[in-house]
């Protein structure tokens, strides 16, 4: 299919799980693609895997100054912007007394302070009809113990994705969100919770998702290549809940 032929994209997180699939499904529909990811190793393995057919940045997410350096360097590889989908993000979970200030600064940075700053800084290269995808999560809606922290930003990136929307459409750039419900990504294994824990807390999990199990990358993938494309054109300030039923229990 070609739903998103001659658009740039810039997916940040594209070098793993979900940010990675969105860019192979990207790709696939005729996009042209850029990623950002963290660690030498993510960075190498996605330019590997997605060739001459991505640019891929490192950039620390949770940076707010480093964004504009992401920003230029979209403008320099493709002068404007059709497509944001703004992935990157970090999970930690522990009960309230555990968390730490630093701890604390650290999710809030990536998943919220990052992505603020990013929208800003490629405010002035966004295209007229340019679409911003937010991913956020079920935990935005729903009270799970030890997700305080976790289930607070996502609910601000939920919020900044309805503020935007009635900002940028006057643009003619539309802002909407995805919350995915548990996924099977390589987010769960940098947890820091012991093989055991982890199979654990996966079972626990698996056992309140009333379709019986952990989404995929791929079923998010495909919800953000609708947002992204022109099919989407009506959809503005929207939420899409992909969670196998988990907010209706």
Do not use: C
Request: glycine share 10%.
């Amino acid at each position: 299919m070609s739903r998103l032929q001659n658009k740039t994209a810039l997916i940040t997180g594209g070098t793993s799980g979900i940010g990675l699939e969105t860019a192979r499904q990207f790709i696939a529909e005729g996009a042209r693609v850029a990623v950002t990811g963290t660690s030498a190793a993510g960075i190498a393995a996605a330019r590997a895997e997605l060739g001459d057919k991505a640019l891929v940045i490192q950039a620390d997410a949770g940076n707010a100054e480093g964004q504009k350096a992401v920003a230029e360097a979209i403008k320099n590889a493709f002068g404007h912007l059709d497509i944001l989908f703004v992935n990157a993000g970090v999970a930690e979970f522990g009960p309230i007394e555990q968390w730490t200030e630093a701890s604390f600064d650290r999710s809030v940075a990536i998943n919220v302070k990052g992505p603020f700053f990013l929208v800003q800084a490629l405010s002035p290269i966004f295209a007229k009809g340019a679409s911003i995808v937010l991913n956020t999560s079920i935990n935005a809606h729903i009270g799970m113990p030890n997700s305080s922290v976790y289930s607070l930003t996502k609910a601000a990136l939920l919020s900044l994705a309805k503020t935007l929307s009635g900002e940028l459409i006057g643009r003619g750039i539309r802002v909407n969100a995805v919350s995915p419900g548990p996924i099977a990504t390589p987010l769960y294994s940098k947890l820091g919770a012991s093989e055991a824990d982890s199979k654990a807390m996966a079972a626990q999990i698996q056992s309140q998702i009333p379709v019986g199990r952990f989404g995929t990358a791929s079923e998010i993938a495909r919800a953000v290549v609708f947002l992204a494309s022109d099919e989407a054109a009506y959809t503005v300030g929207a939420e899409l809940i992909i969670d196998g039923g988990m907010a209706n229990l």
